[in-house]
């Protein structure tokens, strides 16, 4: 994963860096809200971290800006208000999540990695793999054209599949999209709803797309 950390205070900034290369990620550092805005809209980050107290532009300007370019990939904030207005103002800028300085690195990386499990926007509305159709704006399901009737559960956990196309995800990351991270974890609904997902959508067919990956978790793949 590729992190962008906007932030003019280098203690601060060397240590957000620092901490995150060590998880093995590449970072970007950049001092002002113009350039990390520039690196931001041209460069291909898979998060921003963005300070709300930067020189010149702002970082809730920064962070209007980037959301009105189209911006979609998460945007985390370091901010020293703590106040619930001005949070409440930051999410409704377009943040996905914020961290209250002084902050403890572990929060930190907590929050980081749970962004990072949120899946990808997608350009198009359509997910495909094989003949299995999901149109994401009607919610539609098809295989080899036949429509397939899902509950909206079933729905959550096929498109959650189908965004990872080819990946191993596990049951615990399908609860946490799925049903929150306040789900009970040693529920098996997670094979429940996979069961229920093959029987309407392989069973039919010789090729099979959904895959047990013992001990590990569930994969579509063609």
Known sequence: MRILVI???????QYVKRGLEEQRWAVDLVANGE???????????DMVILDMRLPGKGGLEVL?????????????????????????????AGADDYVTKPFAFEELLARVEAL???PRAIASPTLQVGDL??????????????????????????????????????????TEYAWGYHFDPGTNIVDVVIN???KKIDA???????TTVRGVGYMIKE
């Open 116 to 118: 990072a499990r949120r």
């Open 64 to 92: 209007h800006s980037l959301r009105a370019k189209g911006f979609q990939r998460p945007v985390l904030v370091l901010t020293a208000q703590d106040a619930v207005d001005a949070k409440v103002k930051t999410l409704r």
């Open 204 to 210: 039919r067919h010789s090729r099979k797309l959904i």
């Open 35 to 45: 350039e990390g805005e520039q690196r931001a809209s041209s460069e291909a980050y």
């Open 196 to 198: 229920h997902l093959r």
């Open 7 to 13: 932030e003019d205070d280098p203690t601060v900034g």
């Open 133 to 174: 159709v999901v149109d994401q704006g009607t919610r539609e399901v098809t295989r080899a054209g036949v429509p397939i009737e899902l509950t909206p559960k079933e729905y959550t956990v096929l498109e959650y599949l189908m965004r990872h196309a080819g990946r191993v995800m596990s049951r615990t990351l399908i």
